[in-house]
C-alpha cells in the first residue's frame, strides 16, 4: 500500500501476536513490553521491556500480508547503582529509535533512564576447520616425519547468526531520568530530553554532547514545569520541538542561538480558568508528542484527549478528539490508583492523515483523516486481547458525533461501560505505525500485536 492511500473505509484486521498470551496477574514485570518501534522501511520492528532487553523482528516475505517473524535479541541495559545519590537505575528500555540504513547492518538506538547506546546489529558468519591435517582421506595417520604430508586445515562455513554489539555509550550526561530520544534528519545528530535539559550528541561521539535546552531555574523550589518529549523535525535538521507538563508545545530553531531558550513558535490552547480543577494540572500534562513524516502537522496526547495542530497556526489546535471523557467524573479515582499518570503514547499514519493512541481495557483508537478540519470524525475501536488472535476482531469506522469543538461522550464497546469494569492494568501505552502500509504495531502488556487492512 501506496503512502497516500490510507482509506477510512477499510476494515482493520488481527495479523499476529507474539508473546505467552497468559494471564496478566501472573506475567513476570521484566517481560512488559514498554516501547515498540518500527523501522524507516516497516521491514523492521523493534520492541524493549523493562528487563532491559530489545527483540527484532523481520518482515516475513514468504508470508501474504504483514507478517513478521523472530529476527534477534540481546540484553540491551542492565540494572545499575549510582553510589553517589544512593539510586538504583531501572534496565527498563524507555525508547529505541532507529537510525537509517547505510549498508547491510542495522544501527538502533536504545536508552534507559540514564544511559543511550547504539547498537549494530549485523549478519556473522561462524566457520569452523573441516579437514584434519594429521589423517589423510582414510582417517590414517600422516608421516609426521615428513612435513610435506601435512595439510593446511580448510575452513568452512558453519553457520550464519545475527549479532549485536554496543558500537557507543553515551552516558553521565542526564541528572533526571531520560524521557526520549529523536534521531535528526541529517543521520549525523540525535537529541536526549530528561524532565529539565535537552541534550544534542553526534552519533560518532559519545564523550560529548550540547545542552541546547535548559529550564532548571536557580532554585528549584520554583519550578513549575518539566519536559515531557522531543522530536526532531522530520525534514528540516534545524528545528526541533518539545513538550511540557503545562500542555504547550515549543519549537525551536538552533540556527537562532546555541542555547534555544527562545522558541520560534508556542502551541498552547487557552483554558477557562473556571474549569481548572485539582487534576487540570495532571491531566493536561502532554505525554506524548510526534510530528507527521512531511512536517506539517503536530499530533499531541494528555490523559484526557488528542490534539492535532498545524504548524503554521499557533492560536488553536485543528482538532481536538476526547479520549477519556467518560471517565473525568472518575479523576479522583484514577488519582488514588495512579492511573491518571499513565502515559499514552500517539502515532501518525504513514501518510499523515490518520492518528492512533490507546486506552484501557486493551482498547486502542484509530482515527482516519484527523488532520482534515471538514472531514467527519470517525472513529475505529480495537483491542489488543485474548479475542483478537481467537476471533480475529474486526475493526470497522463509526461515526462521532461533534460536541463542543469536536469533544464527544463516551462511546461503543468497553469505554462505554462503567468505571468499575476498566480494567486500569490492560493499558495499552506503547504502538507504532508502519511507515508505508496500514499496519500497526501494539504493546499489550507482554504482548505484541500487528494488526493491518492487508
Not at 256 to 284: G, V
Request: hydrophobic share 35%.
Amino acid at each position: 500500500m501506496d503512502n497516500d492511500s490510507t482509506d477510512p473505509n477499510q476494515s482493520w484486521k488481527f495479523s499476529q501476536c507474539f508473546g505467552d498470551k497468559g494471564d496478566i496477574e501472573n506475567i513476570t514485570e521484566a517481560d512488559v513490553i514498554s516501547t515498540v518501534e518500527f523501522d524507516h522501511t516497516g521491514d523492521y520492528l523493534a520492541t524493549g521491556d523493562k528487563g532491559g532487553r530489545v527483540v527484532l523482528f523481520e518482515r516475513n516475505e514468504t508470508k501474504k500480508g504483514c507478517e513478521y517473524r523472530f529476527h534477534t535479541e540481546f540484553q540491551s541495559h542492565d540494572a545499575e547503582f549510582d553510589y553517589l545519590k544512593s539510586l538504583e537505575i531501572e534496565e527498563k528500555i524507555n525508547k529505541i529509535k532507529w537510525c537509517r540504513r547505510q549498508n547491510q547492518a542495522h544501527f538502533l538506538l536504545s536508552t534507559n533512564d540514564k544511559t543511550i547506546k547504539l547498537w549494530k546489529v549485523y549478519g556473522k558468519a561462524i566457520k569452523v576447520v573441516a579437514e584434519n591435517n594429521l589423517s589423510d582421506t582414510n582417517g590414517r595417520l600422516r608421516m609426521l616425519s615428513d612435513v610435506s604430508a601435512l595439510r593446511m586445515p580448510r575452513m568452512t562455513l558453519h553457520d550464519n547468526i545475527i549479532a549485536a554489539s554496543p558500537r557507543r555509550v553515551y552516558a553521565n550526561a542526564h541528572t533526571y531520568h531520560i524521557n526520549s530520544i529523536s534521531i535528526n534528519s541529517d543521520n549525523e545528530t540525535f537529541i536526549s530530553a530528561d524532565d529539565l535539559r535537552i541534550n544534542l550528541w553526534n552519533l560518532g561521539i559519545a564523550d560529548q554532547s550540547f545542552n541546547i535546552v535548559d529550564i532548571k531555574p536557580a532554585n528549584m523550589e520554583e519550578l513549575t514545569e518539566v519536559i515531557t518529549a522531543a522530536e526532531f523535525h522530520p525534514t528540516s535538521c534545524n528545528l526541533f520541538m518539545y513538550s511540557s507538563s503545562k500542555g504547550t508545545i515549543k519549537l525551536a530553531d538552533m540556527r537562532e542561538n546555541a542555547l534555544c531558550d527562545r522558541y520560534a513558535k508556542l502551541y498552547e490552547e487557552w483554558m477557562d480558568p473556571a474549569q481548572h480543577s485539582f487534576f487540570t494540572e495532571i491531566t493536561s500534562s502532554i505525554s506524548d508528542v510526534r510530528f507527521s513524516q512531511d512536517g506539517r502537522y503536530i499530533v499531541s496526547r494528555d490523559y484526557m484527549s488528542v490534539k492535532i495542530w498545524d504548524v503554521n497556526m499557533e492560536r488553536e489546535p485543528v482538532k481536538t478528539i476526547s479520549i477519556h471523557e467518560h471517565i473525568r467524573d472518575k479523576l479522583c479515582d484514577t488519582y488514588e490508583n495512579d492511573a491518571i499518570f499513565d502515559k499514552f503514547e500517539v502515532v501518525f499514519s504513514g501518510d499523515g492523515k490518520s492518528v492512533m493512541t490507546g486506552s484501557y481495557n486493551n482498547n486502542f483508537m484509530i482515527y482516519p483523516n484527523a488532520v482534515d478540519p471538514n472531514a467527519e470524525e470517525t472513529e475505529i475501536l480495537l483491542q489488543a486481547d485474548k479475542s483478537a488472535f481467537k476471533a480475529k476482531k474486526v475493526g470497522v469506522p463509526s461515526s462521532m458525533k461533534q460536541q463542543a469543538r469536536n469533544r464527544s461522550p463516551a462511546r461503543s464497546m468497553m469505554r462505554r461501560d462503567d468505571f468499575d469494569t476498566i480494567d486500569f492494568k490492560k493499558n495499552i501505552l506503547h504502538l507504532s505505525w508502519h511507515p508505508r502500509e496500514n499496519s500497526i504495531a501494539i504493546a499489550a502488556t507482554n504482548n505484541l500485536f500487528v494488526f493491518s487492512t492487508l
